[in-house]
């Protein structure tokens, strides 16, 4: 059974900086690509960044620059380094896997940035 689970969301001040946590289990993650998604109410879910395998990155344009994916496969944990966060970064992060033609999703965390 796999189970994703999120962490190291929270409220903070625009500037500052968060680090998200998405540790997986049941599944081969070093293979897995993962992802990170945010939805802020009213919103559509929106693809945030993506890391392959292969370690290769995507961003969203709308967070190049600020937001940096990566992972620890010895860890099974992929990571979110949130920096000069906006309030119009306020959403439930979501991580999601990728295997196999399956999709995996987490149950989320919420990011709260005050102006």
């Known amino acids: 059974q796999v189970q994703l689970v999120e962490s190291g969301g929270g409220l903070v001040q625009a500037g500052g900086s968060l680090r998200l946590s998405c540790v997986a289990s049941g599944m081969f993650f070093s293979i897995a690509t993962m992802n990170w998604y945010r939805q802020a109410p009213g919103n559509e879910r929106e693809l945030v960044a993506t890391?392959?395998?292969?370690?290769?990155?995507v961003y969203a344009d709308s967070v190049k620059g600020r937001f940096t994916i990566s992972r620890d496969n010895a860890k099974n944990t992929v990571y979110l380094q949130m920096n000069s966060l906006k309030p119009e970064d306020t959403a439930v992060y979501y991580c999601?896997?990728?295997?196999?033609?399956?999709?995996?999703w987490g149950q989320g965390t919420q990011v709260t940035v005050s102006s």
């Open positions: 890391i392959t395998y292969l370690r290769v990155t």
């Open positions: 999601k896997a990728l295997q196999g033609g399956l999709s995996f």
